[in-house]
């Protein structure tokens, strides 16, 4: 069985970890390679200092990130899952992403779908994001704050401005299970559910008695 080279996207918001957990739960299989990438945004202006703060900053995240894959239960043990962790300098648009995951020939990309994803800003430059990628793409969606707690998983395929939208692509949202309200049942009322268990009482006589006085 070939090495499979899965990459998740390491980012600082809640929609990254759940991804990671997504993939856990349903992707990983025997002896894959989790490749978990953080690319921080580079600044014109900024020290060598701040440079370092932010690289450093990054691989603490991506730590954060590899405890969550070492606690899982059976990702060592049994699927004997290999995690590395690759920090990098790149543009906040999907570029040096798509040219790290090139690099490391992943077959799938994992990514948190938020609001600021480099995925909308890639979809609007490229006709195809897998084919950019040259892999497949699995963006995952946080799901709703509702007041139940049951989680259910609906996977479907998107269609963004400027994409194709195809098997290569797809959205998998995380949506909340609501259950409608249903009454209990009705147990019909027995009138006389067993007979020997009726106890008969002898009802006093109101007649009266009349008492002659002579």
Known sequence: MDVRKIVVIVEDVEVSRTALQWA????????DLVTLLHVFPNF???????LRHLRLKGFQLALSFQDLCNNFPNVVDLLQTKTEIVVTEGDQDGGKIADMVRQIGAS???????DHSFIYKMAMSHNSIASNLNCKVLAIKQPT????TTITRKRSTISLPNSSTNMDF??????ALSFPEVDPPRIPYQ???????IIWRKRRSRTRRWIRRD
Do not use: F, M, W
Request: glycine fraction near 6%; proline fraction near 8%; include cysteine.
């Open 145 to 148: 704050p509702l007041t139940t």
């Open 108 to 114: 799938t990309l994992v990514v948190g779908l938020h």
């Open 24 to 31: 856990l739960h349903n992707l990983l299989r025997y002896g």
């Open 170 to 175: 797809s959205q998998i949202e995380i949506a």
């Open 44 to 50: 014109r202006s900024r020290s060598t200092k701040k």
């Open 191 to 197: 009138v006389c559910p067993d007979p020997h268990a």
